[in-house]
């Protein structure tokens, strides 16, 4: 009987022993599959940490090469600003030499606005105690002189130059020669007749028919009448200033230096 609650006691031990035993089983087990799901939490997480350093490290990447552009721009900008500085520096030059021009300009038009005018009454003085050939024409033309110089829109270089112009064609009188018909006073008679002028040496007239030929007196500021052995070399110069005959030696009546 003894050894009866022996057995049963030793059998009640190795249940309690099983039973610990598979307790102690089921919790290592329950331990160990919580360990693993937060291993796999853990890679989970790690792997999308992963993915946001890769793609912050992608910004910064291209955060980076904006950064260099941008520096190479501001690099690029800064030697452009410094080329404008330059330019604007020196255009400011400029500018300040061109005010100054413009003062001297200034300077110089009211200066040459009196002269200018006592050109024109120079060539007026001059053309009514010249020679008369081609009055008209050439009081025309001083008088055109002066309403140049009342016009607002012409400058006065253009002014100047119209002077200028004027002077010219004056002096081209000097050296050329020329006939044209015009009418004259002979005598208090008005006339029309062919008119040779050779330079300002010369000046001759002729009537259409031939019949009377004369020159003008420089000394008593009068026409006159010629020999008539001037009839045929004045003839012979009007043809040649039209170009009707060929250039020849003329026997004209040219006046001798005046008596002191």
Do not use: C
């Amino acid at each position: 009987m003894k050894k009866n609650r022996s057995h049963r006691l030793l059998t009640g031990l190795l249940v309690v022993a099983a039973a610990m035993f598979g307790w102690m089983g089921a919790a290592q087990g329950s331990t160990l599959s919580e360990v693993l799901s937060a291993a796999d939490e853990i890679n989970v997480q790690a792997r999308q940490s992963q993915a946001r350093i890769d793609t912050l490290s992608e910004e910064t990447r291209s955060l980076l090469n904006q950064y260099r552009t941008v520096l190479k721009e501001i690099e690029g900008l800064q030697v452009y600003n410094r080329q404008l500085d330059r330019q604007i520096a020196n255009q400011e030059r400029e500018k300040g030499e061109l005010e100054e021009s413009i003062e001297e300009v200034t300077v110089i038009e009211r200066q040459i606005m009196p002269l200018m005018m006592r050109m024109i009454d120079g060539l007026e003085q001059f053309v009514e105690l010249d020679v008369p050939f081609l009055l008209d024409e050439r009081r025309n033309r001083v008088e055109g002189l002066r309403d140049l110089m009342d016009r607002a829109d012409v400058s006065p270089s253009e002014q100047f130059s119209q002077i200028f112009n004027a002077y010219q064609i004056e002096n081209e009188y000097g050296r050329t020669m020329e006939a044209y018909t015009d009418e004259i006073s002979i005598n208090g008679t008005e006339r029309v007749v062919d008119v040779l002028r050779v330079g300002r040496v010369v000046l001759a007239y002729q009537t259409s028919d031939g019949a009377e030929t004369g020159a003008w007196n420089v000394a008593e500021q009068r026409w006159e009448q010629l020999p008539d052995r001037y009839r045929t070399p004045i003839n012979n110069g009007i043809r040649m200033a039209r170009q009707q005959m060929s250039v020849d030696l003329l026997t004209l009546p040219v006046p001798g230096p005046e008596d002191n």
